[in-house]
C-alpha cells in the first residue's frame, strides 16, 4: 500500500486534507485577528506604530469618556427598539404571508428585496427620504395639513435616533418575517383544527399553538437579529456618521471613528472588544433561556 | 422537506374566512407592508431620472417625474470611476464566492461524513465563527491585510470575506449532506471507489441545489460587503461600488442627489436580478442558515 492509499483510508488523516483550506483562511483571518484584536485593546498602538503594553488604561479611559458612554446608550436603545419592532412586525407578516392567500410566491419574493440590496445602497435612498429640505415624508405630511413646516429628521438627536432605527426595522423585518414564515409552515393544521373544535378563539389559538411551536425558531431568528442589529454598521455610517452631536454613534460606527479615521487603533479595539460580552450574553440567553425550554419537548418546565 | 408537505395542507380552515374579512385582515396589512418595504426603491428609480430642475423644486407632485432624463445615468457612467467600481465588485464577489465555497464542500463533507476525531468541536466552532461580526473584527484584520502587503488591493477583500462566508457555507451544507443517505456511499465504497470518487461522483451531484443556495447566498453577502472594502480600499479605482457610491458620490454641501440615487439603483440592480431567478434557494439557504 502507497502512502496515498493509505492516506485515502484513515478518517483521520483525510479528513485533516480536506479541512485544511478552510482551517488555514479561518485561522489566519479571523482566529488571528481575534486574538490581535484582544491584544491591540490592551495597548496604545496607533496607525504606523506597534504601540506598548498598557494594561486596562484603554477602558479605564473609555469608561470615563461620555461619548463612549453615549455610544453604549444609543446601541442599547437602537438595538431593543430596532429587535423588538422587527420581531413584532415580522411575525405579523409571516403570519399573513402563512394565511392562503393569492400571489404567495410573489409577494414571499418582493418582500425581500429590502434584505438582499446592499445595505450602503438602500440606506442612500433612506438619506435622501429624510433629507431635510425635499423629504418627501415632510412634503406629504405637509400636504394632508398635518404640518406646517418641515421635519428636521436627522438634525435633532431624537429624530435621528428614531429615524435610523427605522431603517433598520425596513431592512430587518423580511429577514424575520420569511425565517419565521418557515417555522410557520411546519405546523401541521390539524392542532389549528382540533383546537377550534375545542372551541379555541383565534387569540387563544395564536398564544396555546402557534407560539410555544414557534418558540425555538423565534430564540434562533432573534439572537441572529440582535447580533447584527448590536454590531450594525453600516447605516449609520452612511446616513449620519454618528450626529447629530453623536446622537446616533453605535459602538462600531465609534470604533471605526477612533480607530480608522483618527489613527488609535489600541483605543478602537478597545471598543470593539467591549462589545464582546454583549454579544456572549445575548447568544447565552437565546440558548439556555428560549432555546430548551423542557415544555417543549413534552416535560415540565423548572 | 416537512415544510413541503404542510404546505399543501395549508388550506386547513381558511375556506371559514369570508372574502371580506379577508381582504380587511389579510389583503389590506399585506398591501401596506408591501408599500413601505418597496416604497424606497420607487424613490430611487423616480429619482435617477428625473432632472435637477424638478428635482430641487417644491412645485409640483414629486411622486412623478414630467420629463425624464437619462443624464444623471450618463454622468455616473462616463464622468466617475462607476464602471470600475462594478467591475471590481463583480469580480471580488465571484472570486470569494467560488473559493469559499470549494474550500466549505471539502470542510463540510470532512466534518459531517469523514467524522475525524474532534469533528463534532470543529463543527460547533464553525458555528461559532459564523457568530462573529465584522465590525469587532475589521481593526485587526486592517493590521493583517497592512502587514501581508495587500492593502489597497483587490486580493485583501478576495482574501478576507471568506471569514464570513466560509462559515455560512459550511454551517448550510453540513446541512444538505446530512441529508444524503449514508447508504450510497456505503455502496460506492464496497464497489471499490474512494472518498474523493464518492464526494465527486454521488454527494456533490445530489448536493447541488445546497450549492446553489450556499452560492448565491454567499455572492450577495459579498456584493453587500461595506466595513472590510471601506477600511482595507484607499484608492478610488479598488473601490466596491457601495463604498465607492458611499464616499466618491457624495462631495461636498450640495448632494448629487440623482447620480446618488442612479448609482444605489444600479448597484442593487444585479443582485435582485440574479436573486429573482434563484428565490428559492435563496430563501432555503436563508431559513437553513437559522435552523441547528
Known sequence: ?302 | MSSNTAQSDTVGMSFLDSTRRKAVLVYLPLFAFLVVLLFPFYWMAITSVKPDAELLSREGNPFWVIQPTLSHFYKLLFETSYPQWLWNTVLVSVVSTFVSLAVSVFAAYAIERLRFKGSKQVGLSIFLAYMVPPSILFIPLANVVFNLGLFDSRWALILTYPTFLIPFCTWLLMGYFRSIPAELEECALIDGANRWQILVKIVLPLAVPGLISAGIFAFTLSWNEFIYALTFISSSEMKTLPVGVVTELVQGDVYQWGPLMAGALLGSLPVAFIYSFFVEYYVSGMTGSVKE
Open chain 1, 1 to 302: 500500500m502507497t502512502l496515498i492509499q493509505r492516506m485515502q483510508n484513515s478518517r483521520n488523516a483525510l479528513g485533516f486534507m480536506f479541512m485544511l483550506p478552510a482551517a488555514l483562511l479561518l485561522l489566519v483571518f479571523l482566529t488571528y485577528p481575534l486574538g490581535l484584536g484582544t491584544y491591540l485593546g490592551f495597548t496604545d498602538a496607533k496607525v504606523g506604530r506597534p504601540g506598548q503594553w498598557i494594561g486596562l488604561e484603554n477602558y479605564e479611559y473609555l469608561w470615563g469618556d461620555a461619548v463612549t458612554r453615549l455610544a453604549l446608550f444609543n446601541t442599547l436603545f437602537y438595538t431593543f427598539v430596532a429587535s423588538v419592532f422587527k420581531f413584532l412586525l415580522g411575525l405579523w407578516l409571516a403570519i399573513l404571508l402563512n394565511k392562503n392567500i393569492r400571489f404567495k410566491t410573489f409577494f414571499r419574493a418582493v418582500i425581500l428585496l429590502p434584505y438582499i440590496v446592499p445595505t450602503a445602497l438602500s440606506a442612500i435612498a433612506f438619506w435622501w427620504i429624510y433629507d431635510s429640505q425635499f423629504s418627501i415624508i415632510s412634503w406629504a405630511l405637509v400636504k394632508m395639513g398635518l404640518i406646517d413646516t418641515y421635519i428636521d429628521f436627522l438634525g435633532s438627536e431624537w429624530n435621528a435616533r428614531i429615524a435610523v432605527i427605522i431603517a433598520n426595522v425596513w431592512r430587518g423585518v423580511p429577514f424575520v418575517a420569511i425565517t419565521l414564515l418557515a417555522g410557520l409552515q411546519t405546523i401541521s393544521p390539524s392542532y389549528y383544527e382540533a383546537s377550534a373544535i375545542d372551541g379555541a378563539t383565534p387569540w387563544q389559538q395564536f398564544r396555546h399553538v402557534t407560539m410555544p411551536l414557534l418558540t425555538p425558531i423565534i430564540a434562533v431568528v432573534m439572537t441572529f437579529s440582535v447580533l447584527f442589529t448590536f454590531t450594525d454598521f453600516q447605516l449609520i455610517y452612511v446616513i449620519t456618521r454618528g450626529g447629530p452631536l453623536n446622537a446616533t454613534h453605535l459602538m462600531a460606527t465609534l470604533s471605526f471613528q477612533r480607530a480608522i479615521s483618527g489613527g488609535a487603533l489600541g483605543e478602537g479595539a478597545a471598543i470593539a472588544i467591549a462589545m464582546v460580552p454583549f454579544l456572549l450574553a445575548c447568544v447565552m440567553f437565546s440558548f439556555f433561556g428560549l432555546q430548551r425550554r423542557a415544555w417543549q419537548q413534552g416535560g415540565t418546565d423548572k
